[in-house]
């Protein structure tokens, strides 16, 4: 996963700062993996309409497969015990 910054030019506005960057960031829920030096370099260097790579986040890890616990025994064969009784058949 990675955030990548492209500053547009203000027309007549003022140049967006460092700290009003990474409150958007923060609203976007990008917390980890910041490049605070990269982001300055885009202000100060003035790079405008290039898309750069301003965060980086972890590579996803391989997961465990799924298991299942039982705590009977699954090898005991099962018996059935019916009888008739006057309207429906019972099983215990």
């Given at each position: ?41 885009i ?41 008739k009784?006057?309207?429906?058949t019972?099983?215990?």
């Open positions: 996963m990675t955030a990548t910054l492209s500053l547009i030019p203000a027309k007549g506005g003022k140049m967006v700062s460092i700290e009003e960057i990474m409150e958007e960031l923060q609203s976007k829920g990008i917390e980890y993996g910041i490049n605070k030096d990269k982001i300055s370099e202000i100060s260097h003035r790079i405008f309409n290039t898309p750069i790579e301003i965060a980086t986040g972890l590579p996803p890890k391989d997961g465990e497969d799924g298991k299942i616990n039982y705590f009977f025994d699954t090898k005991k064969a099962l018996s059935l015990k019916y009888w009784t006057g309207l429906s019972t099983i215990i």
